[in-house]
């Protein structure tokens, strides 16, 4: 009799753009000796140890864009491993295993409508260059989501994301099925909720993942009830946790999927073929502004929390770089009139430019079917780029932690900054007069630096290169 349990561990791996805007390459970063930045020390931990064990084919992952990207240009080996064994399990079950994910980490219910699509596709964009196939599920960024984040993942194809059960309008839900939220137009998304127990054993017990066996045999197989019907529970959980937050677990996650589940008679499933297999879903209602690592909603990334304590910086540098993301978008639309029809449309697909695989200005002169002067097209180039750093600049990392002089804050303010710059050599509009003051009131609770020290710091830098 085939089993009827079935156990999904699902992995985010992720990892920040790190990248200096001047030269576009990650700087030395002492914290990760004795590797030249995080990214290689992680790759080493994690990443790799991963792949060489398999475990890539018999989890539900999802893999950064900025993480798969700066892979294939420093470890494309063993990107082409991870790639593999999503189109291991394509060939065998006709759905793969790997989600896709927003381009930079973003907290989406913080964001605009058109920055909400723009981060999308841009996620859809870079999966489909790396695992040359469409997704079919899309990790949100710390499972934050409202209802329009939900919309603007349909209207791109998207089918199902993974939320955390305290994220359902609901008094209880039961993780051993996956659900459907209603959305406007008669369309609807699949969403399956991971078992809160079992994730926090793996994310926060060391001693409960020691061994693979005693983990499956009085963890996990008590979790499931009796009965004939097919159960499926998942585990979510940060994927740098196996090998690099903690030492040994990459050994563990091996050992868990292939020997001591099936001792326990549980077989290992992934959502794409969980949707095949499950014949009927019930509508649930999400709670909008909700995420699976702040309690309090969203306001980790938005303002004071005590998730993070001495977090009063955090709400006034959000309000800058808000700032200077609505003045670039305005001399952006400006620079853009009587030349492109849909500028937004035109950012979106302006991934194609920064991410390498075409030429700016072969593409403008496509997409325009014009002839530009050259002045009019450096202009646009800088205003592009502007985009692009206003985007980057919004990544989760520069708000998750309570300390403004770290480096992921002081990255949000350097990208910030070099978006005020190009904006100012594309036009002569200086819209750092518009965020200076409010700069200066995020400070730090260690000394007495600001995000204005930095802002200054970085403009300086790229005055004089």
């Not at 518009?434 to 600001?450: F, P, R, Y």
Request: aromatic residues 12%.
């Amino acid at each position: 009799m085939p089993n009827r349990e079935f156990l999904c561990v699902h992995a985010h791996f992720y990892q920040p753009t790190r990248e200096d805007p001047l030269t576009g390459i990650i700087p030395t970063e002492p914290g990760a000796h004795p590797y030249a930045n995080w990214n290689e020390l992680i790759f080493e931990m994690c990443y790799k140890p991963n792949a060489v064990l398999g475990n890539f084919s018999h989890i539900s992952f999802d893999l950064g864009p900025t993480l798969s990207k700066w892979m294939r240009q420093y470890h494309p080996d063993v990107l082409a491993q991870i790639v593999a064994a999503d189109h291991q399990n394509m060939d065998h079950y006709g759905v793969g295993n790997a989600l896709a994910q927003p381009y930079h980490h973003t907290i989406l219910p913080l964001s605009k409508r058109r920055d909400k699509q723009t981060q999308i596709r841009w996620g859809i964009y870079e999966f489909e260059r790396t695992f040359k196939r469409k997704p079919r599920g899309m990790w949100l960024p710390e499972t934050a989501v409202d209802m329009e984040t939900l919309e603007v993942l349909v209207e791109n194809g998207i089918e199902f994301t993974i939320l955390a059960p305290w994220q359902a309008d609901a008094k209880e839900v039961d993780p051993s099925k996956a659900y459907q939220v209603i959305l406007p137009d008669h369309k609807s998304i699949k969403v399956f909720f991971y078992h809160s127990g079992l994730s926090a054993r793996v994310s926060f017990d060391p001693s409960a993942t020691e061994n693979a066996d005693t983990f499956a045999r009085n963890f996990v197989k008590p979790e499931f009830v009796s009965g004939d019907h097919p159960q499926w529970l998942m585990i979510a959980t940060d994927g740098e946790l196996y090998g690099h937050h903690q030492i040994f677990r990459d050994k563990f996650l091996s050992y868990l999927l292939d020997g001591s589940l099936s001792v326990q008679h549980i077989d290992t499933v992934f959502p794409g073929l969980q949707m095949i297999q499950q014949k009927v879903f019930p509508v649930i209602k999400i709670r909008e502004n909700t995420s699976w690592s702040c309690h309090h909603g969203v306001q980790r990334w938005s303002g004071l929390c005590s998730c993070t304590p001495n977090g009063e910086w955090k709400k006034p540098l959000r309000e800058a770089l808000e700032r200077v993301s609505d003045e670039v978008d305005k001399v952006f639309i400006e620079a853009c009139k009587g030349i492109l029809e849909n500028p937004w449309e035109a950012r979106d697909q302006y991934i194609e430019v920064f991410n390498g695989d075409r030429k700016f200005a072969d593409w403008i002169q496509e997409l325009t079917g014009a002839a530009l002067l050259q002045d009019k097209v450096d202009q646009l180039e800088k205003l592009f780029q502007a985009e692009l750093e206003c985007q980057r600049m919004f990544t989760s990392c520069g708000w998750f932690f309570n300390e403004l002089d770290r480096i992921e804050p002081k990255n949000a303010v350097t990208y910030g900054a070099r978006a005020v710059w190009l904006t100012k050599q594309a036009t002569g509009v200086n819209i750092s007069i518009d965020v200076t003051g409010i700069l200066e009131k995020s400070k730090s609770g260690q000394n007495s630096l600001s995000a204005l020290d930095f802002f200054i710091e970085a403009m300086q830098r790229f005055e004089q290169a």
